[in-house]
């Protein structure tokens, strides 16, 4: 056991061991393409597709990758055009939600013409039945979680250092062909099977296994695996509690709720352009400019990832948006400066959940220390036991996005792809 009191480093094993599938971040080139309101990104599709040649190329914001006269393929499972923006720019796609980063849900246009990298192979694969592990950046000192879920497609943006890989749990639409270390389902039934539940090895199981117990490392996410089938069990309910709360109902279960008396509240409306956001701890508010929001405990108000406050933020891009600003406060330029210019009331309705959310992840802890002194004392499954029942090293294959036989996609200029 490390002195830390979890397990040593030599019985863990690297997330990519476990989920060898992994994409790298979108990359949209311009920031214009993406953000939290939908209104403010159908205004600047809008101005984009009105303007002349010249303005239309300043406003574009060009690089290597993408410009007006970039013809692409469709992005799969969207109807946005192929041809030249500057010739057909077509009607404005309907903005489709994202995670940006861990537990900020916003709004991204859905048009590959614009788009430097948008990774087609996660939106291949995007469906009811997906699930999207990110991984978050280590911090120094930071006690956030590694990993976060979403039914959502994810842009893997990180608060602070590198960027995280995005996996999804399925190779394939439909929920098939498990992106895990081929027989690792097969294996950990059979050490720790026994008595378990059904759905105890699913692939939804062994990924609420991996939320509940992954470390952040400065080389990725870091996994133990049990040997006792009664910490697995444990584990398991812990990481769908988790992914319940972070899911926020959209796979057809209850949204997350305090108990009664706990549910935060606006006690105070909030104003059109707030720029201060701060948190009372006596009185458990969190001051929006001139507006009041109560109770708000100061664990969800310290909840941070890679080291920087989720809260602050969230409000930090809002607050720049409904007054015109950048990110940084500065004036911005082209479409940029097309912003929300005031506050939405479904941007209250989302910092209320969100105050939710964070609050009940950080209820989880006493579940999570238990946990971690549990599998810094027990038994683990390690690499080397792996490697003899054949599920390491994953074949290469693994680490590569399946083929979808049979689906065609528009390539550009309207022509079509069998993949």
Avoid: K
């Avoid at 939908?38 to 599709?45: D, E, I």
């Avoid at 013809?71 to 109807?79: E, I």
């Avoid at 048009?111 to 990298?117: V, W």
């Avoid at 100061?298 to 809260?311: D, H, I, M, N, S």
């Amino acid at each position: 056991m490390a002195p830390d009191g979890l397990p040593s480093p030599d019985g863990l094993l690297s997330l990519d061991e476990l989920m060898p599938w992994s994409v790298r971040p979108l990359r949209t080139g311009r920031a214009w393409v993406s953000g939290p309101d939908p209104v403010t990104l159908r205004a600047r599709w809008e101005r984009l597709a009105a303007a002349g040649p010249a303005e239309q190329e300043r406003l574009f914001a060009p690089t290597r990758s993408r410009t007006p006269h970039t013809s692409v393929a469709a992005l799969p499972g969207r109807s946005a055009g192929t041809g030249r923006f500057a010739r057909t720019p077509g009607p404005c796609p309907d903005p489709v939600r994202i995670l940006h980063g861990p537990y900020d849900e916003q709004w991204l246009l859905p048009d590959h013409r614009l788009i430097d990298a948008a990774r087609p192979e996660l939106w291949r694969v995007a469906d009811g039945r997906q699930l999207f592990v990110v991984e978050h950046s280590a911090a120094p000192g930071d006690s956030g979680p590694a990993l976060s879920v979403t039914t959502l497609l994810p842009d893997g943006h990180s608060p602070a250092g590198r960027p995280g890989r995005i996996r999804p749990l399925y190779r394939r639409p439909g929920g098939t062909e498990p992106n895990l270390a081929p027989g690792l389902p097969d294996l950990l039934r059979e050490r720790l099977g026994g008595a378990a539940e059904p759905d105890a090895f699913t692939p939804e199981a062994v990924l609420a296994w991996v939320l509940a117990a992954a470390r952040p490392s400065a080389t990725g996410p870091r996994v133990p695996l049990p040997a006792d089938a009664e910490v697995w069990s444990s584990g398991v309910a812990l990481g769908r509690e988790l992914m319940r709360l972070q899911l926020r109902g959209s796979r057809g279960g209850e949204r997350p709720r305090l108990p009664g008396g706990r549910r935060p509240y606006v006690r105070a409306a909030l104003p059109a352009r707030p720029t201060v956001l701060v948190h009372d701890a006596g009185d458990e508010a969190l001051i929006v400019g001139d507006g009041r929001i109560s109770p708000v405990p100061a664990a969800a108000w310290e909840f941070t990832v890679g080291g920087v406050r989720v809260l602050e933020l969230w409000f930090g891009r809002r607050a720049a948006a409904a007054t015109g600003r950048g990110p940084d406060g500065a004036a911005p330029d082209g479409l940029d400066a097309v912003g929300a210019r005031g506050w939405p009331r479904e941007w209250t309705s989302e910092l209320l959940e969100l105050i939710t959310v964070l609050a009940l992840l950080d209820g989880t802890a006493g579940a999570r220390q238990e946990l971690r002194a549990a599998l810094g004392t027990g038994p683990l499954i390690g690499p080397a036991e792996l490697r003899a029942a054949g599920v390491l090293p994953v074949p290469s294959s693994a680490r590569r996005p399946a083929s979808v036989l049979g689906h065609q996609e528009e390539g550009p200029e309207g022509q079509f792809a069998l993949l």
